[in-house]
């Protein structure tokens, strides 16, 4: 059932019923709109109330039907809407819990809204790349004015009911309703029910003092903050339409700007994102519902950056924690650093006093390790070291209780072989945070081949309490990440002895719109951290060849920011790149111990090397079932290595170019003599899938 009709005396009351946020798909749509000619056609109805079941109003659009015939079937959301303006009867829309996107606009067409405290109202189609497109530009403006309806658009953020109701002037809520919603709105809809003529928000005026000056300032604002996505300004001319132009006339200009943003690539990228995050939760062997294991205690090992980290996500979580250190100074430097960084928010007005007091309340710290023993979980973030690594794991063994689960915090290493230090596998589990570890969102969570399915199931739950976006990896060397990243790296390193320099090969890449180059980034990251696993990867794969001024440049003892020098020079206090003279000179004279005369490198050579060597890399991680699906790579990207949102990831970037297309640059870069021509042998998934017209999604 899509929604439920029952007559109350004589108010009839629609209620949409379609889980989790009742989305408005065609059988929503279609018994909503049956429900409104039953009370239309009942006499005894003299009003009618509609709302929603469960914890929404409604969320918006259906996202099963997003792209399919159904989500344009009729009735669609316009013409759902003239029949609510055309109703006879007044309708009080009862808005609760979540009022979003086609929701809110179906709410605006009703004649009167009455809302409950805490309900969150957003228009955010903004950030699927899309102008609302079912008269919310037009009509919010109308209810809320110009700058306040301008702000919620161009934001997408919900805003709670409350705060909206003490805008001056607002007429987007008729009445706040305290207490039971429905009872009220019947209440309110016997109130207006012989009110006539029915007021229609459609015919509300939208004024501001200084309308033209506060739109060019918008446009100047929006164009600055959204250079790489076309939505946001898109927003503010449909909003701007609102404004001196009859209803239909601005309904024509969102129309239109609707239909043109949706075959944007943006609007493509940003839309693949948003179902590749929650695609990425599911698990094909692990159905919803797996019962998971209770994590009421966490502990960590290491209170390091990463250590410090990786504790504040729980400590932000409500759960307690409990650091190990084996130094009483490297515990409480770390728990030193992470009052700095809560301070900061403190400081920011991010984060209240008492917020911050709370947290730290539930962090207690320790050197041994039969003080963990009670714990739920624990996390090690140690040394990058197998052998390291062996002796952790023995001693958790020793000391956790029976089904506490023991994660590794391993960027690169084999997740089988660390849960064979143990006797319990089946309760080994990899968690790659990534750093800053309180910061950033990815999760990439490492299956072993005897991890327990309720154990993958309690840490992807856990994952999403703490707010991170959860990626399920197999195990191989550098899970799906770090290993595309090495072909990635090999590429940048090839350029330099081709003949580009590291700011080229930066500029390009960030031109293209990752948020650093891959110079930049390993003076950030420390080159000694790629230096290391270098060491030990080649010396388990020495025909596998790459450049060596990496390791040149680590051997100068240049190993990033916190040298003071990489890739780069850098002044004391500050982070801006400055080329070295040094390090080019470096590469120069590489260059010629190699006898390569150096060659004028495109910026579109650059960055497609660069990106179609992840895209081929990650082909083979499909392939061998490391990754689950495409979709699961680019959250990886867009979530963990700063990959161009408005590009959609690596594999979504290479559908849009076409895999024909890609495959036949590749075989162009084969050929490049002081390239790698093995890897540019294209994955056979991804031969296949260009041979057969197709694409990755």
């Given amino acids: 059932m899509s929604a439920s009709y029952e007559v109350r005396g004589n108010v009839a009351v629609i209620t949409l019923n379609n889980p989790p946020v009742n989305g408005l798909g065609a059988a929503t749509r279609l018994a909503i709109a049956d429900g409104l000619e039953k009370a239309q056609a009942d006499a005894a109805v003299s009003a009618i109330v509609v709302t929603g079941a469960g914890k929404a109003f409604s969320g918006g659009a259906d996202i099963k039907e997003f792209g399919t015939p159904r989500a344009l079937a009729e009735p669609n959301l316009l013409s759902l809407i003239k029949l609510e303006e055309a109703c006879s009867k007044p309708i009080v829309a009862a808005i609760h819990s979540v009022c979003m996107g086609g929701g809110l606009e179906l709410a605006l067409g009703a004649h009167y809204r009455v809302a409950a405290p805490g309900t969150n109202v957003a228009l955010p189609e903004v950030k699927l790349g899309l102008v609302p497109g079912a008269g919310g530009t037009q009509r919010l403006p109308r209810v809320l004015g110009l700058e306040t309806a301008l702000n919620i658009i161009v934001s997408g953020e919900p805003v709670k009911s409350e705060l909206l109701a003490m805008q001056p002037g607002q007429k987007l809520f008729d009445r706040m309703i305290d207490g039971d919603l429905l009872e009220g709105a019947i209440a309110f809809a016997k109130e207006v029910a012989e009110v006539r003529p029915l007021p229609l928000v459609r015919d509300l005026k939208v004024k501001h003092p200084e309308a033209q000056a506060f739109l060019q300032f918008s446009r100047n604002t929006v164009g600055a903050m959204s250079k790489n996505f076309p939505a946001p300004l898109q927003c503010v001319e449909a909003v701007a339409a609102s404004l001196g132009k009859d209803f239909e006339a601005g309904m024509k200009v969102e129309r239109e700007a609707f239909i043109a943003l949706m075959f944007t690539p943006e609007s493509k990228a940003l839309r693949h994102a948003f179902f590749a995050e929650r695609a990425a939760s599911k698990i094909s062997d692990v159905p919803d519902g797996t019962p998971v294991r209770p994590i009421n205690k966490l502990a960590v090992i290491g209170a390091g950056t990463m250590g410090g980290g990786i504790a504040m996500n729980f400590l932000n979580a409500g759960i ?17 650093t992470m009052r700095k960084n809560y301070e900061g928010q403190v400081k920011k007005g991010k984060l209240k006093q008492e917020k911050y007091d709370e ?4 962090l207690s710290t320790t050197l041994s390790y039969d003080a963990l023993g009670d714990a739920d979980m624990v996390i090690e973030a140690v040394f990058e070291d197998i052998d390291v690594k062996k002796a952790v794991f023995q001693e958790l063994d020793r000391v956790m209780k029976p089904g506490a689960i023991l994660a590794s915090n391993t960027s690169t290493l084999d997740v089988n072989k660390i849960a064979a230090f143990t006797k319990r596998p089946q309760d080994v589990i990899g968690t790659h945070f990534f750093s800053p570890a309180n910061v950033m969102k990815l999760l990439e969570v ?16 856990l994952g999403k309490k703490i707010k991170k976006t959860c990626v399920v ?15 990635y790296s090999r590429q940048a390193g090839f350029l330099l002895e081709e003949g580009a320099t590291p700011a080229q090969v930066d500029k390009a890449a960030e031109k293209f719109g990752f948020a650093m180059g891959p110079f930049r980034m390993g003076d950030l990251a420390g080159n000694d951290v790629g230096w290391y696993i270098r060491k030990r990867r080649y010396l388990e794969k020495p025909d596998l060849r790459y450049s060596k001024t990496a390791d040149l440049l680590c051997e100068m003892g240049r190993f990033g920011q916190k040298t003071g020098a990489g890739w780069y020079d850098y002044v004391p206090g500050k982070r801006d790149a400055i080329p070295s003279p040094l390090v080019e000179q470096m590469i120069a004279d590489y260059r010629k111990d190699l006898g390569i005369t150096p060659r004028k490198i495109s910026d579109d050579e650059i960055v497609h090397r660069l990106v179609f060597a992840l895209v081929n890399e990650a082909a083979r991680l499909l392939e061998e079932g490391i990754a689950q699906r495409a979709s699961d790579v680019d959250m990886v990207y867009l979530t963990g290595y700063g990959f161009p949102l408005h590009r959609g990831g690596p594999m979504c970037y290479a559908d849009t170019v076409g895999l024909y297309n890609v495959v036949q640059m590749m ?15 294209p994955a056979p998934l991804l031969a296949k899938l260009a041979a057969e017209g197709k694409s990755f999604s």
Avoid: Y
């Fill in 667 to 681: 075989k162009r870069f084969a050929q490049n003599p002081h390239d790698d021509a093995t890897f540019w042998q």
């Fill in 473 to 487: 990896s197999g195990v191989c060397d550098g899970f799906i990440g770090n290993r595309m990243i090495e072909q």
């Fill in 446 to 461: 490492v299956r072993g081949a005897a991890t327990a399915k309720d154990v993958l199931a309690t840490v992807m739950q």
């Fill in 359 to 362: 947290r730290m309340a539930l």
């Fill in 320 to 336: 307690p924690v409990v650091m190990l250190e084996m130094k009483q100074d490297a515990l409480d430097r770390g728990v030193a």
